[in-house]
């Protein structure tokens, strides 16, 4: 779809995912971005985070943009302002399942945690966790066991160098063997030959919790700008918004995108956006 000057004067929210998008490899906010940011802030453009990571992870970030808006993390799971810290939305996998979830770990030896709102919770026999988690800046706490944690669990997370272990209890997981929850499988970005299953409720994603947010903010998806490069961002791309992908982003996300960046996440492509919608709104007649 063409975007017309128009659109992206009518723009009002503006989601960038963080990691490959927003952050460059070295996990800096390029120069320009600040600036943009900045500027449209003042032309009364709201900006915010939709990321995988923790809320506590991305709240430096907030602050480092000035950004008030809540923040949609754990791909949706979760929704919390910053920093007055309200809780919008959270979606917590339910206690039984929780059970019936981990006992899959136990059964294929698989290392696993149990991830809260603003800590990752792992045990003894996990404790490799911390160190191979594709998980950025979270904060994990060791625990004796898991007794206790299956409240509250927004996300379990499972890794393995095994894939075929993982892709079986991921079919475990799903239908016709069990509802109401979701799972995604993917490859480590930061660990060659390690995998990850992560298992959230049914309906968490990042595009639910956009939805959560724009009902909370009284704004129209059609006034909706999103940034993202990766496979979990692929239902947002799957919206009416306005879709951008990065120069860098994976060819799904390339597939479903408005506009394609020429500049990479390492060359602050986001800025390349956001100064076509600064020169749309400064020519607005």
């Known amino acids: 779809m063409e975007i017309n000057d128009k659109r992206l004067r009518s723009l009002k929210l ?10 460059d490899d070295y996990g800096e906010v390029g120069k320009e971005t600040i600036r943009l940011v900045s500027e449209l802030s003042n032309m009364g453009v709201t900006f915010t ?10 709240t430096q970030y907030a602050d480092l943009l000035k950004i008030t808006a809540p923040i949609i993390s754990l791909d949706g799971a979760f929704i919390k302002s910053h920093p007055d810290n309200t809780i919008i939305s959270e979606t917590y996998i339910p206690n039984k399942k929780v059970a019936k979830t981990v006992a899959y770990g136990e059964m294929f030896l698989l290392k696993y945690a149990l991830c809260h709102a603003d800590a990752i919770y792992f045990t003894e026999h996990n ?6 988690m594709d998980k950025f800046g979270a904060k994990f706490v060791e625990v004796d066991s898991y007794k206790g944690l299956f ?23 799903s239908f016709p063997y069990t509802l ?20 959230r409720k049914k309906g968490s994603t990042k595009a639910s919790g ?30 009416d918004a306005v879709k951008v992908a990065v120069e860098n982003a994976v060819g799904d996300i390339k597939d479903h995108a408005d506009i394609i960046t020429k500049r990479s996440n390492n060359e602050d ?5 956001l100064e076509m919608v600064l020169k749309a709104k400064r020519h607005k007649k």
């Open 14 to 23: 503006i989601l960038f995912d963080l990691d490959g998008t927003l952050l």
């Open 49 to 58: 985070f939709a990321s995988g990571r923790l809320h506590s992870a991305l």
């Open 127 to 132: 404790e490799i966790i911390p160190d191979l």
């Open 151 to 173: 409240d509250h669990t927004l996300e379990i997370l499972f890794i393995s160098d095994y894939k075929d272990k993982l892709r079986f209890v991921r079919k475990k997981l």
């Open 180 to 199: 109401g929850l979701i799972t995604s499988y993917s490859k480590s970005i930061t660990n060659e030959g390690l995998y990850f299953l992560e298992v």
């Open 210 to 239: 956009l939805q959560n947010l724009l009902k909370y903010l009284r704004i129209s998806i059609k006034d909706t700008a999103v940034l993202g490069d990766w496979y979990n961002d692929i239902s947002l791309f799957q919206t």
């Open 269 to 273: 492509g986001v800025a390349e956006f």
